[in-house]
């Protein structure tokens, strides 16, 4: 089974970056697609990013689109999100995911239950 492990949140102003960084271990040949979801006090979570285990054509949700940055590096098992231009809006627990599949359709990218390993979150706080 694969385990996901979440660092970087914290705060930052409106405007600001901040780079967050997921591990993962376990079996290499189930690391798959890897995602980024975050979740907002009082809203259901939300797809951010989704990376294929390859690294090419990453997916984007259009809140983040042109702003965020998913990249990957398969010789550290780890995913990464660069958010810029960061706005209130952002704040939210981030959560790292494990795709089912290693390169998966786009129907498929963006829906939770897709995943079948997640991490515990890391708190991003956007200040004014």
């Known amino acids: 089974q694969v385990h996901l492990a979440e660092s970087g949140g914290g705060l930052v102003q409106v405007g600001g970056s901040l780079r967050l960084s997921c591990f993962a271990s376990?079996?290499?040949?189930?690391?798959?697609?890897l995602g980024w979801f975050r979740q907002a006090p009082g809203k259901e979570r939300e797809f951010v990013a989704v990376?294929?285990?390859?690294?090419?054509?990453?997916t984007y949700s259009a809140s983040v689109k042109d702003r965020f940055i998913i990249s990957r590096d398969n010789a550290k098992n780890a995913v990464y999100l660069q958010m810029n231009a960061l706005k209130p809006e952002d704040a939210a627990v981030y959560y790292c995911?494990?795709?089912?599949?290693?390169?998966?359709?786009?129907?498929?990218?963006?829906?939770?239950?897709?995943?079948?390993?997640w991490g515990q979150g890391t708190q991003v706080t956007v200040s004014p």
């Open positions: 995911a494990n795709h089912r599949s290693p390169s998966p359709h786009s129907t498929v990218r963006a829906s939770p239950e897709m995943y079948w390993s």
């Open positions: 376990g079996p290499t040949s189930e690391i798959n697609a």
């Open positions: 990376i294929p285990r390859s690294g090419d054509g990453p």
